[in-house]
């Protein structure tokens, strides 16, 4: 096994254990940091390492007893420290005006420096080849004052009424909401690193109070990234935000790298990573834990899925922890735009209520179409339902109608989804509750293909029941095997289940069935 390295900034690099297993290494590696005249033992935990503190136009070398990884960090040209520009980082001044100044001032190949501190704001503004870097100790604060955030506008005219002004955005609409506490409107070449936190202030006494009742405008995140390009985030650790924590929306060549993101179980909304009709998407080495969906999928409903037909894809999901969320890994429901090419890879999900959690619906339209996911080489432990794919979502005030929730074949035409290729190979699922796999398309449009190969799934000692899905007509239950209705073609290899109370196929308008292996039939 030797380090790669995945990026390199002027002050920061992040490398990768190739082979090094899902999320944490086996065993900590002890390695060695040489460059600058100084030598650095360090200790690396994660498959995924990030390496601060380094010196512009440096060469580095890092040792990992034999394996040797060379480097050299980028240029820098200047530090703009935003004590100098009146920030106090107390936690009682507010330091947004200063530290705005400071991003404003800041020319390119320069960084703005959050040293130590409390650096409580009320929301930023991101700007093109910006380097922002929160040090060990710092902590960006969000602040509970709605008379002084900005509202994006959901959607603006032009004056001849031929195009239109997308800024703010909620669950898959052009709607008003809140600035993200770090707001980037297409802004290009960004960076933003380091050991540092950003707090949302989410609690139940301020942004989660009433969660469900909107007025008028909606909750911030912590992150919302409106068609910008080139964006790098790495290290940071995000807490409690207000709403979803990570939002890129119509934005492509992004890298989410060894990020850490935190909320409470029973927290409304918080989402750990929203990519809503992205392109060229990484996110490797990050840790969820929070009271929603880890990573959730997306690309509009039926307007803008329909009338911007940008799709989320290329997205690549590596080396990270998804813990205590609703789905690890989710598809949906807002994804009008349609979902392709999405490749999760040597993760591990703990706790979740469901591993793959797609989510559709008849309505979301002909540009709905979910193609070419992979999962490969994952761990589940206590995940109740592993693999789930749902046509029959019961979202939206017309989410339990006859037409959504009918279950005879309607008319295909405009507004019918479709699933058309679900990938696993290489899967060990441990203490699951309620079933192996549920796999629910549409009678007038089948999921095309589900290929399973390699994966065993055994059961929890006491399993609690839970629906696997969340439609009309879904019972609870506990050990169930694979379920799957209006499919294709359903393809088993090698594929094991332990512990299942009943049938370990229950099929219902699979079209072809084909199994080699395993223990299914």
Known sequence: MAWTLTHVSARYAVVTLEGGGLYDLQAPRELTLTGGGETRSLTARQVVTCLFGLRPDTAYRLADGEDILDFSPLHEAFTLDVRDFGARGDGTQDDTAAIQAAILACPPQSRVLLPAGVWRVTHLFLRDHLRLELAQGATLLGSYDKAHLPVLPGMLQSWDEETEYNLGTWEGNPLPCYAALLTGLHARDVEIYGPGKVEGSGAPDTWWKDAKQIKGVFRPRLMFLNRCEDVTVAGLTFCNSPSWNLHPYFSSRLKFLGVTVLAPWDSPNTDGFDPESC???LLSGARFSLGDDCIAVKSGKIYMGSTYRTPCENLRITHCLMEN???????????????????VEDCLFRHTDRGLRIKTRRGRGEQAVVEDVYFHRLV?????APFTANCFYFCDPDGKSDYVQCREKQPVDERTPEIRSLRFADIRCRDAQAAAACFLGLPEKPIGLIEMTGVEVSFAQDPQPMAPVMCCGAEPCVRGGIQAENVATLRLTDVTLHGVAGE??????VEKLEVTGGNVQ
């Open 325 to 343: 969320g609703h789905g690890a890994v989710t598809i949906g429901s807002e994804m009008a735009g349609g979902v392709r090419g999405l490749t």
């Open 504 to 509: 370990k196929l229950e099929l219902r308008g």
């Open 380 to 384: 589940m432990e206590g995940v109740k």
């Open 279 to 281: 392109r060229d998407v």
